[in-house]
């Protein structure tokens, strides 16, 4: 399955707001920190304020950011919500054959969403630098790749590939 642009640029836009804690965001600082247009960044943010996502503050010190914790905001109704946006007010199952088909499928792939929040975004998106402490050791599920020099060092797939050739 695989979602639309803006279904992404939202979740990222949330993730951002949910960084800030209850800090208002400007929606231009938004476009710049995630290289997205600005004209998509203020369409993206209307659905999500529709939506009660965000809450928005008019004005010259205005901005936006979440509505509500992001352990109460599941992934599964931002994809919903971004993803059923230009649908004319159509529920899924409503067309017969083909589509109801696609519309259960969708609905099967947004209830696994549905089992996390934007909580679990946040936390699985700290920097890569966050993946080992100084004490060396690393997060369960970081990758581990023998050097030349025998010493284990973190690398990228990229820089894997490098080093075999």
């Known amino acids: 399955m695989r979602l639309n642009k803006s279904t992404s640029h939202a979740v990222r836009i949330l993730v951002h707001c949910a960084k800030s804690e ?3 965001v400007k929606v231009a600082e938004i476009a710049q920190r995630l290289d997205i247009t600005q004209q998509n960044t203020f369409k993206i943010v209307h659905l999500l304020t529709k939506g009660g996502f965000l809450g928005s503050v008019r004005g010259r010190n205005g901005g936006v950011r979440l509505a509500r914790p992001a352990a109460k905001i599941r992934i599964g109704d931002i994809v ?8 004319d007010g159509m529920e899924p199952g409503q067309d017969t054959g083909l589509n109801e088909i696609v519309d259960d499928a969708l609905e099967a792939f947004i209830s696994v969403l549905d089992r996390h929040t934007l909580a679990d975004m946040v936390d699985a998106a700290q920097p890569l630098a966050d993946a080992t402490d100084a004490g060396g050791s690393r997060r369960p599920g970081t990758p581990r790749v023998r050097g030349a020099a025998g010493g284990v060092n973190r690398m990228r797939r990229g820089a894997q590939q490098a080093a075999v050739r």
């Not at 919903?80 to 649908?87: D, F, K, M, N, V």
Request: aromatic fraction near 0%; hydrophobic fraction near 45%; glycine fraction near 10%.
């Open 22 to 24: 209850d800090a208002l």
């Open 80 to 87: 919903r919500s971004i993803e059923l946006a230009g649908t």
